[in-house]
Every structure is written in C-alpha cells, then in structure tokens.
C-alpha cells in the first residue's frame, strides 16, 4: 500500500471534497481518449479534464482530513484489488446534463460505498444527496453541465464506446474541489 501525498495543514477543514476510486493507467488511458474524442467532437471547454478518470463513492462539503485519511487507509487494506464493468452509458436528467459510463453495481462495490459513506460521515458534514448510500449511481463522468442540445451532440459521439468495458480499480483517495487538488490516494490492496 502506497499512499501519495500533498502538503496540506492536517486539521484544515475542506469545502467540497469526494473520495473517489480510480483506474490503473490501461483504463485510465481508454478514459482519457474518451473525453478527447468528446473533446474534438465538440466539449473542449470541460473544466473537470484536470480530474483523473474516476468514481466518486462520496461527496462532503467539509471533512476533517487527518482523521478521513486513517480511515480510508484501513478501508483499502480489505477492498481487493477489482475488475469492474461499465456496462451502459447514462445521463444525469437535470437542467444541467451529466453524460456517463455506469459501472454494473456488485455487492462488494456497493458494500465499500456505504462503508465509505458511514465511516467518513463521523468526520464531515454536509454530504451530497445523489452519492448517500441508497441513492448513490456508481459513474464515471464523460461530459457534465451539458444543455439538452448539447446532450444530442454528445450522444452519437459517446454511443461509439465499446461496452461493456472492463476496468480494473488500483486507487482511493480525496481530491478538494473546485480547484481540484489531490489530497492523497492509496494503493488498493490485491
């Protein structure tokens, strides 16, 4: 288990921060040209490309770092290295459309999300009601704060992926946002 590290003040408290799953550098990469191709078709303006492709298992307003990354520590120790899937594309229906990939949801991604969620929740406030454990849609963004028309030039660009595609998860960790920066990541034990 390898843990990376940013310089931040232990006892700082964060506005808006997600813990997130990320892909080895195979997946990452498939993601990557995903996003380039959307890119050259027509969202080169996509403020979240300095996010690395990932999955969000929960989103806080404010944590308490230090104790969060204990636990997030302990948690990557039993989570086994996986092999997922995202088996379908999806949109978020709101004024502002989220294009994604879905991840098939297994028992044992879901277990960890709601074992994330409770465990973080003793040490932040203020969580997210689309990633709450029962309401929580395992994705990975493709284009968000999308109009309805851009959400039909997406479409035929983003139906060309090949799925179901298969991804192997390497990575928790929290990034702050917006700015986006990386708080830490560990390695998921396999």
């Not at 892909?23 to 403020?47: C, M, P, R, V």
């Not at 636990?71 to 990557?76: F, G, K, R, V």
């Not at 999806?90 to 989220?98: L, S």
């Not at 960890?112 to 849609?137: I, N, R």
Request: net charge negative; charged share 15%.
């Amino acid at each position: 288990m390898e843990a990376h590290y940013n310089t931040i003040d232990p006892v700082k408290q964060i506005m808006a921060f997600a813990v997130n799953l990320y892909f080895n550098q195979s997946t990452q990469s498939q993601i990557t040209g995903f996003w380039e191709q959307l890119d050259l078709g027509i969202f080169a303006d996509q403020k979240y490309r300095s996010f690395r492709p990932h999955v969000s298992l929960c989103i806080f307003e404010s944590i308490n770092c230090a104790d969060c990354e204990c636990l997030i520590n302990q948690i990557s120790t039993h989570f086994p290295l996986q092999t997922l899937k995202f088996d379908h594309l999806g949109v978020f229906n709101r004024e502002e459309k989220v294009l994604f990939l879905a991840l098939t949801p297994t028992s044992q991604l879901i277990t960890l999300q709601k074992e994330v969620y409770q465990k973080l929740s003793e040490h932040a406030q203020q969580p997210w009601d689309l990633y709450k454990p029962d309401t929580w849609v395992p994705h990975c963004t493709l284009v968000n704060d999308l109009s309805q028309q851009d959400l039909i030039k997406a479409l035929p660009i983003a139906l060309k992926i090949p799925l179901p595609l298969e991804i192997n998860i390497s990575q928790i960790g929290i990034i702050e946002f917006d700015p986006i920066i990386s708080i830490f990541q560990v390695d998921i034990s396999s």
